[in-house]
C-alpha cells in the first residue's frame, strides 16, 4: 500500500505527536491542577487572614463601645460594617448564644445551640477560644448570593470590662459573646475564575505550539526518512537495485539507511553471481530434463514390455487353438481335393470349412494386432475418448489371461462422460490394474469391473478378491520398483500413477488383507468439442449400458 494511502491516525508522525502532545498535555494539566490549588489554597489563606482581621478589630471597636455602654453607637457601628458590598452575614451573639444583632432581623433573639457550625468550633471539641487559629474560626458556607466565608471572633472578658461599673460579669467569665462576621467570596471566585481560564489559554496555546514543533521535527526527522526508505523497499521490490536510498544527518534512521544501501550493494552482487551460475545451469537442466524424461519413456516402455510378455504367455493359448484348427482343415482340404474333382456337395463343404478357416485366421489376426498396438511406443495424444471402449479393450487383451486363472469377470460400464486422453496410455494404465488383480487371486476369484459418472468426472473402479495389501505395503505401492511378489518389475502402479496424474486425474487405492483391493481412477471430463469420441482401432467392441456376469469379449464375427 503506498505510503500516501495510509489513514492519518496510522501515520507515524501522528502517533508521535499524539504521543508527546498526550504526555505533555496530562502532566502539564496535573502541574497546572497543582500550581491553581495552590494558588486557590493561597488566595484563601489571604482572604481568611483578612476576614479575621477584620473581624477582630470590628470586636475591638464594639469592645469600646461596650465599656461606655453606647449600645446606640454599637449598633450604628454594626449596620455601618453590615452596609457594605462584600459583607453577607453580621451577628452579635451574647455569652448564652442569644442573637443579640443581626442584618436579619428575623433572627433577632433566637438563642443559637452549641451545635451549629457557629459554636461548634469551641464547643465540640472542647478547644479554648483564644487557642484557635483564623483558619479554624472560619468556614465557607452557601449563601444565597454565593458563597460565604464566615468567621468567627470571641469577645472576651478583658479587665477592662470586668471591673467596669456598668457590668456585672465576674473575672471568671472569659467570653462574654460572639461576633460572626460573613465575607462574599464573589471576588476571590472571580479571581480564581479568571486565572484559570488564562492558565488554560495558556496551555492551550502552548500544546499548539508544541504540537507545530513536534509535527515539523517528525516530518524532517523521521517521516521524510521513512518515506526515503520505503521508497528504497520498493525499488528493490521491483528488481532496481542502482538507486541507492540518500542519507542526511546521524542517529538510527541515518544508519539504518546505511544498512538498506549496504543491503542493496550485496544484493547486487548476489544477482551478478546468480545470473553467472544461471547461465550455466540453464544448459544443464535442460540436459537432465531430456535424460529424465528419457529415462522415464523407457521405464514405461519397460513396463509395457513386461505386461506385453505376461499378455503374450496367456494368448499364446488363445493363438494356438485356432492354429491348430486351421492346420486340420488345411490337411483335410488338401486331402479331398488330391482325391478327386469336388462335385457340389463337396464344394459346398469345403466352402463352409474355408469360412471357418476365415474366421479362425481373421480371430488370430485381431490378437496379434491388439497385442503390437499395445507395444507399439509413441508420443502422448489426447482426444476425446470413450472409456467404456478402453476398458472394452482392455478386457479383450487380459481375456485369456482370466480364463487360464479361472476368475470370474463381471462388469458394470454405466454412462460415463467422455474424457480428454490418451487412448494408448489410459489402456495401459487399466491393463497394469487388471494384470496385478489376476496375479492377486493365482488360485481363482472374482474380478469387478465398474464405469460410472461421479459428479461429471469419469470413474473406474476395479476390485478383485485377492490376498490384499498390508497396511504398512500400503502406502509404497506407488514407488517405483516396489513389489511384494518373486515375479514383476514394480513399476505397474508407478507408471499408472503417472499416467493418471498426467491426465489431471486421482487414483486411491483401499484394500483389506484377505479380503481383496480396490482401485479406483477419477479423470475430469473432456471439454466440448466438435467430432466424434475416440474409441477406434481396436477389435473390441464398445460396451454401452450396464452388463453382470461372465464377461468374454472377443473380435467380431462374420457369418
Known amino acids: 500500500m503506498p505510503l500516501s494511502g495510509l489513514r492519518w491516525w496510522d501515520r507515524l508522525s501522528v502517533k508521535v505527536t499524539a504521543v508527546i502532545i498526550l504526555a505533555t498535555a496530562i502532566g502539564g494539566a496535573i502541574f497546572l491542577y497543582l500550581v491553581l490549588r495552590a494558588q486557590q489554597e493561597l488566595l484563601m489563606q489571604e482572604t481568611v487572614s483578612n476576614a479575621a482581621f477584620l473581624s477582630d478589630t470590628l470586636v475591638r471597636s464594639l469592645q469600646r463601645h461596650m465599656l461606655r455602654n453606647e449600645r446606640a453607637e454599637l449598633v450604628g457601628s454594626l449596620q455601618a460594617v453590615a452596609s457594605q458590598p462584600l459583607m453577607a452575614e453580621l451577628r452579635l451573639f451574647d455569652s448564652q448564644g442569644l442573637t443579640q444583632y443581626s442584618m436579619d432581623a428575623a433572627e433577632i433573639g433566637r438563642v443559637a445551640s452549641t451545635r451549629e457550625p457557629t459554636c461548634a468550633a469551641c464547643h465540640t471539641n472542647s478547644h479554648r477560644p483564644e487557642s484557635l487559629t483564623p483558619s479554624a474560626r472560619s468556614r465557607v458556607i452557601a449563601h444565597r448570593s454565593g458563597r460565604v466565608l464566615a468567621t468567627v471572633s470571641p469577645i472576651y472578658n478583658a479587665p477592662a470590662c470586668s471591673s467596669a461599673a456598668c457590668h456585672a460579669h465576674p473575672p471568671q467569665q472569659r467570653v462574654l459573646g460572639l461576633l460572626e462576621v460573613g465575607m462574599s467570596l464573589s471576588n476571590v471566585d472571580g479571581t480564581l475564575a479568571s486565572l484559570q481560564r488564562r492558565t488554560a489559554e495558556v496551555a492551550v496555546i502552548t500544546v499548539l505550539g508544541l504540537a507545530m514543533t513536534v509535527i515539523v521535527f517528525t516530518r524532517r526527522s523521521l517521516v521524510q526518512p521513512v518515506q526515503q ?134 480371430r488370430c489376426t485381431a490378437i496379434v494386432r491388439n ?79 465398474v464405469s460410472r459418472n461421479a459428479g461429471g468426472s469419469a470413474e473406474v473402479a476395479v476390485r478383485d478378491t485377492g490376498t490384499g495389501i498390508r497396511p504398512e505395503h500400503l502406502k509404497k505401492v506407488f514407488d517405483p520398483f516396489f513389489t511384494t511378489r518373486d515375479k514383476g518389475t514394480g513399476l505397474g502402479l508407478s507408471v499408472v500413477y503417472g499416467i493418471v496424474e498426467r491426465h489431471g486425474g486421482t487414483l486411491k487405492i483401499d484394500s483389506t488383507p484377505g479380503e481383496g483391493t480396490t482401485v479406483t481412477i477419477t479423470l475430469p471430463p473432456a471439454v466440448e468439442r466438435v467430432g466424434d469420441v475416440s474409441g477406434a482401432g481396436l477389435s473390441g467392441p464398445s460396451h454401452a449400458g450396464v452388463t453382470c456376469g461372465a464377461y468374454l469379449p472377443g473380435p467380431p464375427q462374420h457369418p
Not at 297 to 313: D, H, I, T
Not at 342 to 348: H, L, V
Not at 430 to 440: H, K, S
Open 229 to 362: 526508505l520505503v521508497g528504497g523497499v520498493r525499488r528493490v521490490t521491483h528488481g532496481d537495485l542502482k538507486e541507492p536510498v540518500p542519507v542526511s544527518g546521524s542517529g538510527e534512521i541515518a544508519e539504518l539507511a546505511r544498512a538498506f544501501n549496504e543491503m542493496e550493494a550485496a544484493l547486487q552482487e548476489v544477482r551478478r553471481q546468480r545470473l553467472a551460475l544461471l547461465d550455466g545451469l540453464e544448459q544443464q537442466v535442460q540436459d537432465r530434463t531430456a535424460a529424465l524424461r528419457k529415462a522415464q519413456e523407457q521405464m514405461v516402455q519397460s513396463e509395457k514390455l513386461s505386461s506385453l510378455g505376461r499378455l503374450a504367455a496367456s494368448i499364446a493359448h488363445e493363438i494356438n487353438n485356432p492354429l491348430a484348427g486351421i492346420l486340420t482343415y488345411a490337411k483335410l482340404l488338401v486331402r479331398t481335393l488330391e482325391e478327386a474333382p469336388p462335385d457340389e456337395a463337396q464344394r459346398a463343404k469345403i466352402i463352409g470349412q474355408l469360412k471357418l478357416v476365415e474366421r479362425e485366421t481373421q
Open 371 to 449: 497385442l503390437l498396438d499395445f507395444a507399439r511406443e509413441r508420443e502422448l495424444k489426447l482426444t476425446q475418448v470413450d472409456v467404456n471402449a478402453v476398458l472394452g479393450e482392455t478386457l479383450f487383451l487380459i481375456n485369456n489371461q482370466v480364463k487360464m486363472q479361472n476368475i470370474q469377470l463381471q462388469s458394470e460400464l454405466g454412462d460415463v462422460p467422455p474424457i480428454e486422453a490418451d487412448f494408448g496410455q489410459i489402456r495401459q494404465a487399466l491393463v497394469n490394474i487388471l494384470i496385478n488383480a489376476c496375479d492377486a487371486m493365482p488360485s481363482g476369484g472374482t474380478l469387478h469391473i
